[in-house]
């Protein structure tokens, strides 16, 4: 059984820095693509950022670029976010999500395979 699990969201002032991680389990986390999205009551769950399998390509919304990182650690399979700079429309519930996804596809949320249950991230002004 496949397991993701989301921690390391909380409140945090606007400027401020969170890390988020995701443990996973029951599956060979080395040949998955991790990806993180977020989404906020009333809207959709969008793409924040991917990984590839090794851990040799990254992939990050507009959004995010220059204040975000993905990285992930295939011998503790866990991904990571680090978040810096953060802003209030920042705030949501952050998901990981794991599939075989395919260069080219690693915003499209319906290609990921297996999703952890999220984390809140409040970013206060």
């Known amino acids: 059984q496949v397991q993701l699990v989301e921690s390391g969201g909380g409140l945090v002032q606007a400027g401020g820095s969170l890390r988020l991680s995701c443990a996973a389990s029951g599956l060979t986390f080395s040949t998955y693509t991790m990806g993180w999205f977020r989404q906020v009551p009333g809207e959709e769950r969008e793409f924040v950022a991917a990984i590839s399998s090794s851990g040799g390509r990254t992939y990050y919304a507009d959004s995010g670029k220059g204040r975000f990182t993905i990285s992930r650690d295939n011998a503790k399979n866990t991904v990571y976010l680090q978040m810096n700079s953060l802003k209030p429309e920042d705030t949501a519930v952050y998901y990981c999500?794991?599939?075989?996804?395919?260069?080219?596809?690693?915003?499209?949320?319906?290609?990921?395979?297996?999703w952890g249950q999220g984390t809140q991230v409040t970013v206060s002004s």
């Open positions: 999500a794991a599939g075989r996804v395919s260069p080219g596809n690693y915003r499209d949320r319906v290609r990921y395979d297996y």
